[in-house]
């Protein structure tokens, strides 16, 4: 064997070492599978303080699937990216845990075709998500009937349509603050109230953290929002 091949043999050794030690010392796994896709990488990510923090990465040449590892503390919103060099964004949000989830889209609707099997989480945030997707098509119905209003100049069927666009809106965050309220015990809670929420009144705010259980208000994202009430009522 050439000095050329053992130093090649010794580097894949120690990549599948390194592969191999970083798997073991994992607590969470995403793996999965991205139909059509032959080449690019895909990332675990995270929110950081200031930007995005990669967690893991895996370049696909051939393969579809991937499996992505890290730690985790506790349960946390995280980010499958998909990077294949076309100029865009690609990101599937999903909420973790301890354990294993599994995420099966398509390269051609890489966000929308998105099956994410894991956490108890998730599945809450499904449940949230699918009543949410009712009203956003609704308010897109509302925005093209206003929209053929405005081209006709029919000024009573806009003036209408804005109201119910504003009823909409209000009962988007009603179904919200409710659905937070009912599932106090979950972490899904305390995150809709930060990034679903936020804009509401901070009276809802406040009863959505008040009904939060001890546990909750421990968890990453339940210190968040009881650090936006404490700062708020100091004010």
Known sequence: MTKLNKALSLIILLSIAVSCGKNNDSNFTLKGKVKGLKKGVV?????????????????????????????????????????????????????????????????????????????????????????????????????????????DNDSIAVDSLGKISDQLIKRKYAYTIQFAINNKNSEVAPYLAMYEARYANTVYIDSIYNSLTAEIKESFYGKQLGEVVANRNKN
């Open 43 to 151: 990332y675990l990510q995270k929110d950081g303080d200031s930007s995005i923090v990669n967690l893991d990465s895996m370049a696909i040449t051939g393969q579809s699937e991937f499996s992505l590892h890290t730690n985790l503390e506790e349960p946390i919103l995280l980010y499958l990216k998909l990077f294949k060099n076309d100029g865009e964004e690609h990101y599937i949000p999903f909420f973790a845990d301890k354990g294993i989830t599994e995420i099966n889209t398509t390269l051609k609707n890489f966000n929308f075709d998105s099956e994410i099997k894991g956490s108890k989480q998730q599945a809450l945030l499904d449940e949230y998500l699918e009543i949410m997707s009712q009203y956003n098509n609704k308010s897109l119905d509302v925005i093209e009937e206003r929209y053929l209003a405005q081209r």
